[in-house]
């Protein structure tokens, strides 16, 4: 149901969801924990996020100092710009100041810089934000945006669920380091895969399987379950398939997933007791491995495994070959390169056709 949700929101468009302080806390500590300087005099941009509603921006403001930020910017989008129109209000904070217009907030978007204890209480916080009108909506797209990516160093937001693919061309044309929140299906998207297989990007280190609870608009259109309103009147609606997409490094990705043999997996391995022997494609040269902790040891062929594979994938360990997939496009010259039957598709087992699955081989040590 909540995946229905996110399904629903895609389609309406409606991308007014935001991420929980403690979701972008934990995935922060886990490159921290790899390289405890990887912020350190560093301009992050924060593309998709108002300090009134983004837990983005608080973080990163609360953080400034401990991190050793240079820099930080968060734009937001303009009201009138938005997919989704809530019945939204200026709060006292923004009418009261003198470069308050009405007619720019409602089709401009904003900008938020930090640098420093600029009102020098002695300690950074969420005063020492200055702010000012964008002359555009906002949209990551637009000319002045792409000037504030081209000037930072990392990228981190929750960027709208609706541009999820652009969203991440943007920030590869910029050839960026990069945190974003994204589905696991876009995994598969002919955009996205590449930049997998050829380890320029991976999964982030603290969202791998259930779902994730996300803020929204009080009176948004959700009529799914899987939603619920806090004692505060906070509306949360629960996504399931949430990842964080990632070029920074972390301590997860390079611990190898501990494998039994082949012979010891249709023995001991509960998910493989009614199996004989691992299945091969009718239309690959390659095994079926339906799941992640059936991969054998000792098997030095191709693989075919579930795309939650990625989830533990260890780039020291596999080497990720393609993706079989009906959806494959003009990607034949791989499987050519492989010396695989036919030009791709979904994988085929007597037959049966069976979920898109990723190709990957052991790295020979
Ligand atoms: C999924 S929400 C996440 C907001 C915030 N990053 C967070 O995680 O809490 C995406 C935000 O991007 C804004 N947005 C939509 N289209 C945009 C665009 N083209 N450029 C910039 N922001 C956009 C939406 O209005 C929405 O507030």
Redesign the pocket.
Known sequence: MANRNLKEAKAAKN?????QYHDIEAEINAYLEYNPNVFRGKTVL?????PE????TRYFVAKFEELGLKKLIS???AQE????KSDWQPTLFESEDPRFSAEKTAIC?KIFTLTGDTNQNGRIDIDDLEWDYLEG?????SPE?TTLRDEADIII???????FREFLAWIVQGNKQFAI?GNMNAITYKEVFPLIKENKMWLGATIHSGDRE??IPPEYPITAAGWRIDEFGNKYIRVKGVRWFTNLEHGRRHQPLALMTMEDNLRYNKKMKDKEAYDHYDNYDAIEVSYTDAIPSDYEGVMGVPISFLDKYCPEQFEILGRADANIGNESNIYHFLGFKDKGGAPLIKGHFIYKRILIRHLKS
């Open positions: 991308d007014e969801f935001y991420t924060l593309p998709c996020d108002d509603w983004s837990n983005f734009t937001s989008f710009s938005k997919n989704y978007g909506t906002g949209d990551f797209r945006v937001t929750n960027p709208p669920f609706s541009l929140i996300f803020k």
